[in-house]
């Protein structure tokens, strides 16, 4: 049970109802990041709006994995009510792309269903985002996955990772090890 006006760790996953892909092309997988970045991003705040009702102040993407079924995000938030406004704003954007993109006859999310799933803490978020990471079948280097923020030092002010990195040490070869090591705990 979610606890509607509490902070903490929460898993969003978006994906078609049926399991049929969500995505079918790197294009749109790159669109997804762009609009991450775009509403995460603290240089693209709005400078009219307070800082507590903007998304890049409540809320730090801890990681994420797109591909073509699924679209999956770990984040930490002050309050329930940003990860669903988060959720749906990804996804209204998504549908709009792809209407935009596609006919609506030969391309229709209408059936593409969101999930939150609120995490007891940091270390079962932890636990998460090796799950997120290996739903990759080349996790070491995927483009459209965070890993290269934990491996490879790769940096954005959208991404803000420090709630995880302090669990293990901050150190990528300790963050390989935990993904060689758990077994695959989900899958594409």
């Known amino acids: 049970m979610i606890n509607q006006n509490k902070y903490g760790y929460y898993s969003i996953t978006l994906r078609k109802a049926n399991d049929t892909p969500l995505l079918r092309s790197n294009d749109e997988r790159a669109f997804v990041i762009a609009q991450l970045q775009d509403m995460l991003s603290h240089r693209l705040a709005i400078q009219e709006l307070p ?16 591909n073509r079924r699924s679209i999956n995000l770990l984040i930490f938030a002050i309050d329930h009510t940003f990860v669903t406004l988060l959720a749906e704003k990804l996804k209204d954007r998504l549908v ?32 998460e985002s090796i799950r997120i990471h290996q739903l990759s079948t080349d996790w070491e280097y995927d483009r459209y996955s965070s890993i290269g923020f934990y491996l490879h030092d790769r940096r954005g002010d959208w991404m803000r990772i420090w709630r995880l990195t302090k669990l293990y040490d901050n150190d990528p070869a300790n963050y390989r090890s935990m993904l060689i090591t758990t077994p695959v705990l989900g899958s594409c």
């Open 51 to 66: 800082d507590y009702t903007q998304f890049a102040s409540c809320i730090d993407l801890l990681c994420f994995m797109i």
């Open 96 to 127: 709009a792309q792809q209407t935009e993109q596609f006919s609506p006859v030969m391309h229709t999310n209408a059936n593409l269903s969101v999930s939150i799933r609120q995490l007891a803490g940091p270390h079962t978020a932890l636990t």
